[in-house]
C-alpha cells in the first residue's frame, strides 16, 4: 500500500470519526459524553495531524529518492 494511500485512509478515517461523534452528541449531551470527548477525541487530533504531515514528509523523501536513483 502506497504511502499516498495510507495518508488517505487516515484523513478520511478521522473526518468518519468526526462525523460520527458530532451524531453521536446529537443524542448523548450529558457530563459523561463531555468527559469522553475530552478524554479521548480532543488528545487525537494533533496525533493525527501530525502522523499526515509525517506520511506527507516521508512520502517527500521517498519521491526524492526514486529521483535520485533512477537511471539516467
Known amino acids: 500500500m502506497s504511502l499516498s494511500v495510507?495518508?488517505?485512509?487516515?484523513?478520511?478515517?478521522?473526518?468518519?470519526?468526526?462525523?460520527?461523534?458530532?451524531?453521536?452528541?446529537y443524542d448523548w449531551d450529558d457530563e459523561v459524553a463531555r468527559r469522553y470527548e475530552a478524554e479521548f477525541l480532543e488528545p487525537l487530533a494533533p496525533k493525527i495531524r501530525t502522523a499526515v504531515e509525517a506520511m506527507d514528509h516521508l512520502a517527500s523523501i521517498a519521491a526524492r529518492a526514486d529521483r535520485a536513483t533512477a537511471p539516467d
Do not use: F, I, N
Open 6 to 25: 495510507s495518508r488517505g485512509m487516515v484523513a478520511d478515517g478521522a473526518k468518519k470519526l468526526k462525523e460520527a461523534w458530532q451524531r453521536a452528541r
